[in-house]
């Protein structure tokens, strides 16, 4: 069991279409490094110099992780990640 | 047994289901908690379903009595807002 | 006001509702909400509430219809081509029921009308098509202590929240600030399938009918997420943020801007 990540519509062409991958148990931030290894161009549209961008939020399980501990939050096998993007109707930002 | 005096009568002969339970329905929202209100209607099937949608409503249905060939009296006392 | 016979029959499935009755078709008949677009979440949102009877609704939007537009934008046709979308959407909700008043403002909102536009009216809808509108109403909503229903859609993808400002969590708890322009999709990249905005639209149009009718649970401090592919709806937290710049406890934004000229104008 790894930890199930959710991957926003505009975001799957990076990852084959995939809708939901799995990823490596720790913090967001390297998990998220980690799916860049397997799926490049996905940290660079998620984050910036090691922070999450202030127009995508991430959540373990329900919580949004900047009310965790936001970049440093663990993950777990087990968990669930949703990438969530601002969209706005024909103009969505990833 | 002791009559009841109803606060309002509702003649609601002609209708039919839906608009029997509408009439019924709005008529008794416009009372107070403990009032009582007489229906009078010749529908037969509402003379069965008003009773069961007024206590589904917390109301309390005081009265069915078939009062002639066609129509029935229906009594019920308004119990909550 | 006393329901006439007409609106007996038309509302009888509301009244028969206990949550409804006739006083709660009453106060729907006595609300004013008002839609920023009339575009494809404006038209099933509106479209909705007009058969529904709140009694009077203003829609915002500066368009004319296109035939792009009717993929998906239902209270348009093809005859319109052309036409105001809000003259449009007057013709086909009051068509649809005659005792809602449709207000039809043929403007693009700045930040100079917006407050304007909104104070008139108990409850905003937003169904516009690009961050500077939605950071717009957002901050004119909690600036003016407006209830604001949001909804925004793309591709595949919805999302919607309702934010009861004071009470609540606001636009810029959940996404703090709009992308930057270089990061929009552009035209190839985003789409929308037709009958998304009528999901949406639909939740949207049910959080306003509960507001006004004061029962159930708002979309408070939650985002829905809707995936059409995958036929899921999900719902995440959105704790209301102290550090919030418009509705935080030391706000830095408490007058509106504009974000319109860093964003090229793409039109879908």
Do not use: W
């Given at each position: 069991m790894a930890v199930k990540v959710r991957i926003p519509t505009p975001l799957q062409r990076l990852t084959d279409g995939q809708e939901v991958v799995e990823g490596k148990?720790?913090?967001?931030?390297?998990?998220?490094?980690?799916?860049?290894?397997?799926?490049?161009?996905?940290?660079?549209?998620?984050?910036?110099?090691?922070?999450?961008?202030?127009?995508?939020?991430?959540?373990?399980?329900?919580?949004?992780?900047?009310?965790?501990?936001?970049?440093?939050?663990?993950?777990?096998?087990?968990?669930?990640?949703?990438?969530?993007?601002?969209?706005?109707?024909?103009?969505?930002?990833? | 047994m002791e009559e009841i005096k109803p606060d309002k009568t509702i003649n609601i002969k002609g209708l039919v289901c839906p608009y029997t339970f509408v009439k019924s329905k709005l008529a008794i929202e416009d009372m107070e908690v403990g009032e009582v209100l007489e229906i009078i209607l010749d529908y037969p099937e509402a003379s069965r379903s008003i009773p069961k949608s007024m206590e589904d409503h917390g109301h309390k249905v005081l009265k069915v009595e078939k009062i002639n060939d066609t129509d029935w009296v229906i009594v019920i006392r308004k119990e909550r807002e | 006001m006393e329901l006439n016979d007409e609106q007996i029959h038309r509302y009888s499935r509301h009244i028969i509702l206990p949550e409804v009755g006739g006083k709660g078709q009453k106060k729907l008949l006595s609300a004013r909400v008002i839609l920023v677009g009339a575009g494809g979440l404006g038209c099933p949102v509106g479209y909705y509430l007009a058969a529904a009877g709140v009694g009077t609704i203003g829609i915002?939007?500066?368009?004319?219809?296109?035939?792009?537009?009717?993929?998906?934008?239902?209270?348009?046709?093809?005859?319109?081509?052309?036409?105001?979308?809000?003259?449009?959407?007057?013709?086909?909700?009051?068509?649809?029921?005659?005792?809602?008043?449709?207000?039809?403002?043929?403007?693009?909102?700045?930040?100079?009308?917006?407050?304007?536009?909104?104070?008139?009216?108990?409850?905003?809808?937003?169904?516009?098509?690009?961050?500077?509108?939605?950071?717009?109403?957002?901050?004119?909503?909690?600036?003016?202590?407006?209830?604001?229903?949001?909804?925004?859609?793309?591709?595949?993808?919805?999302?919607?929240?309702?934010?009861?400002?004071?009470?609540?969590?606001?636009y810029r708890c959940l996404f703090e600030e709009p992308p930057p322009p270089g990061l929009v999709p552009s035209c190839q990249e985003a789409g929308v399938l037709g009958a998304l905005p009528g999901v949406i639209g639909g939740l949207q149009a049910m959080e306003v009918l509960k507001l006004i009718l004061g029962k159930g649970e708002p979309l408070k401090n939650r985002l829905l997420i809707y995936d059409a592919l995958k036929t899921s709806f999900r719902k995440v937290k959105i704790p209301k943020n102290p550090a919030c710049p418009v509705c935080g406890e030391n706000p830095t934004i408490t007058e509106l801007h504009d974000y319109e000229a860093e964003y090229c104008q793409m039109r879908l």
């Open positions: 148990p720790g913090k967001i931030i390297e998990m998220i490094q980690d799916l860049d290894s397997r799926y490049p161009g996905l940290a660079e549209r998620v984050s910036e110099g090691g922070k999450i961008r202030r127009f995508v939020n991430i959540y373990l399980n329900e919580e949004d992780i900047r009310f965790l501990k936001a970049e440093e939050t663990e993950v777990k096998d087990g968990d669930e990640v949703s990438i969530v993007p601002a969209i706005a109707g024909g103009r969505g930002n990833l | - | 915002i939007d500066n368009d004319t219809i296109e035939l792009s537009n009717l993929q998906r934008q239902i209270a348009h046709n093809t005859e319109r081509v052309g036409m105001h979308k809000t003259d449009s959407a007057k013709k086909t909700f009051e068509a649809l029921n005659p005792d809602v008043n449709v207000i039809a403002i043929k403007e693009r909102i700045t930040k100079d009308n917006i407050l304007d536009f909104i104070k008139d009216y108990d409850i905003v809808v937003d169904g516009s098509d690009n961050f500077p509108t939605r950071y717009l109403v957002n901050d004119a909503c909690v600036l003016s202590g407006k209830p604001l229903v949001s909804g925004a859609i793309l591709r595949f993808e919805g999302q919607v929240t309702t934010i009861l400002p004071k009470e609540g969590h606001c």
